[in-house]
Structure formats: C-alpha cells, structure tokens
C-alpha cells in the first residue's frame, strides 16, 4: 500500500469512512474525488478542503451526466472511452495522470459510475470500501452476468471485480465468500473514538459548518429523545410510493413516547420532513449532510429508542437504548 491514495465517494458516509481509514493507515497527500449522485453534496467542498485529510477535493460527474456525454450506445458498448471524455471536460482529473503511481485508489462501493477510475488507473492497486448493508447483502454475479460484461469490458459492481484488490469492511466476516477472501477489517469505530480533540472539531466542522452538535443546544439533556434514521425507500423503488414511507415513520411516530423525536434524512431523500410533521412540536429534523455516526461524539447524548427500516446507521449508534430494526427482508413483499 502506497503512503496516499485517491478516495471516490457519493455519499457523507462514504466520506466519514474514508476520513477514519486516513486516520487508520497515517495515510498523506490524498484526494478525494466525489461522484454526483447526493443533493448537494457538492456543499461541503469548501470545508473539506480545509481539512487535513485531503489536499484537494474534485467533483465528478455522475452516471446520468456520463451517460448524456458519451451518448447511449458508447456508454453500452465502449464504456471505456469515458476516461477521455471525462478528462476532456475535468482540468482537475486531467491533471493526475494513470502513469503517476505513487497514490492508490479507495473505491467506495463500486458502481458504473466509479469505472472511470478502473480503467484509467490499471497500474495501481484498487481498494474498496464498504457500503453499509448493501455491500453484505448484494451476491456475487451470475456467469452469464461476469460473460456478457467480459465482452464489453465492463467492471464488475459491488467489488467482486477482479481489479478490486482488497476490500476494507466493518464485519468482514458477514461478507459474501467472493469479497470475503479479498477481505481486511475496517477498524472506523476505534478510530473515531481515538481521534484527538481537535481532530474531533475539525471532522464535525467539515459536515456541519453552521450548526451546533451540542448536547445542550440541539440535544438539551433533560428531555427523552428518539430518533428516526430514514431512507431513500420511495427513492429507491423499495416501496411503490411516498405515502407508505411516510406511513411507515409515522408508526415509529407513535410508538417513540419521548419527550423529542429526531428525524435524521438520509441525504438523497426528496421527502421534506419539516413539511410532513410541522404540526408535532416534538419533531426536530437533523441535517442531511452528516452521517450519523457523529453522534456518537456526544458523550451525553442518551436516545431511548432508535428506528429505521434497514439503515445500518442504526447499527453504528452507541448511545441508544432500544433498537427497532425492521430489516431488509420485511419489505420483500411489498
């Protein structure tokens, strides 16, 4: 492993994960590239370049903008031609040429939008980074799958691509066997508790710029709390509208019986909670823009009861009493 390495993300967590695996590995001189997808995550560019993890923050396009570039039928058949296109329009990817190998490249859950970086770096080592539940749950493509993309010479998702040299994860255990054997634990909880204070301001700084984690402002100690960790489920076709999500969050509703209930959004919802629930004067809706796991920062913060549909920040969360998990499996026949 190189001393600096180059981190592709699309999400808060992602970028959380990459922060504690600088930390973990004392890694130098990185990067971090952010791939369209979340709302507004193009926001936190400024603080993050302020940070001492990375020495430059890059936006990327996503898949919808690299599909419109390439046009339909090179994106299917000739996917790979997307590196020059990309380079053509990005002066800051221009710039970090496949023939410096003095960097290695942290993949955050490899999708066809990350391909980019597959292809033009094939001289470097490839490193996944894990996703939540999507990384233990997705199973290994069939040989028809692994045949036809062969063909196309189009990357494998989720890490089981042949190029993804190892892949980092919280329970390396629960992997599938096919990213399991290329496995190497993610110590990322050790690691936030470990971190120096002033690291600890700085990493809380760079997702919440304005606001205050304090426990006595937002969080103020004399009140029961619960809180709800939502999802994309109308988003991401998990249930068929918004009606039965909301549904869904207003049971956790009725049976948090706190004092305080937190609504933290995941960032790619489209849902406005402050709309849906501005009657209830107990609801306080978090920032989309932090992961979750910052909570845990707050010595003094108690929840009662956490609920989520499937969201493995529910898993990440410390400072809880009661944990209402639905799962994954719960929405099978919906």
């Known amino acids: 492993m190189k001393s600096k390495g180059i981190f592709v993300i699309t999400s808060v967590y992602h970028i959380l994960l990459s922060i504690l695996l600088i930390e973990e590995r004392k890694l130098k001189n990185n990067t971090l590239v952010i791939v369209e997808i979340t709302p507004d995550i193009e926001t936190l560019i400024d603080g993050l370049k302020r940070t001492p993890w990375f020495d430059d923050v890059i936006l990327m396009i996503g ?36 023939s410096d190998t003095s960097f290695d ?16 770096y094939k001289n470097h080592n490839k490193f996944m980074v894990e996703d939540g539940l999507k990384t233990y749950v997705t199973t290994a493509p069939k040989t028809f799958k692994k045949i036809t993309s062969a063909l ?17 994860a ?29 690291k600890l301001s700085l990493l809380s700084l760079a997702f919440l710029p304005s606001t205050s984690l304090s426990e006595g ?55 406005n909670y402050e709309t849906v629930f501005k009657d209830d004067e107990r609801i306080i809706v978090l920032p989309k823009l932090f992961p979750a796991e910052l909570l845990n920062l707050l010595p003094n913060l108690k929840f009662e009861k956490a609920f989520t549909a499937f969201s493995t920040a529910i898993d990440n969360l410390d400072n809880v009493n009661t944990k209402i998990n639905l799962g994954h499996t719960y929405f099978n026949d919906m």
């Open 63 to 98: 898949r919808k903008k690299q599909k419109e570039l390439a046009g339909k039928l090179t994106y299917t058949i000739n996917r790979k031609k997307i590196v020059q296109l990309i380079d053509k329009k990005n002066n800051s990817l221009n710039n970090i040429k496949a």
């Open 105 to 120: 490249i942290y993949i955050c859950s490899p999708d066809s939008a990350k391909n980019y970086f597959i292809y033009k």
């Open 152 to 168: 196309v010479n189009r990357p494998l998702v989720n890490g089981f691509d042949k190029k993804i040299n190892k892949v980092f």
């Open 170 to 198: 919280t329970n390396p255990e629960g992997l599938p066997l096919e990213l399991k054997v290329k496995s190497e634990k993610l110590n990322w909880k050790q690691t936030l508790k470990n971190l120096e204070t002033d």
């Open 217 to 271: 402002g937002l969080f103020p100690l004399e009140k029961s709390k619960s809180i709800i960790i939502t999802q994309t489920l109308n988003e991401d076709g998990v249930v068929d509208n918004e009606s039965i999500k909301l549904n869904l969050y207003r049971n956790f509703v009725n049976q948090a019986n706190t004092d305080l209930i937190y609504i933290k959004p995941h960032p790619r919802e489209l849902t």
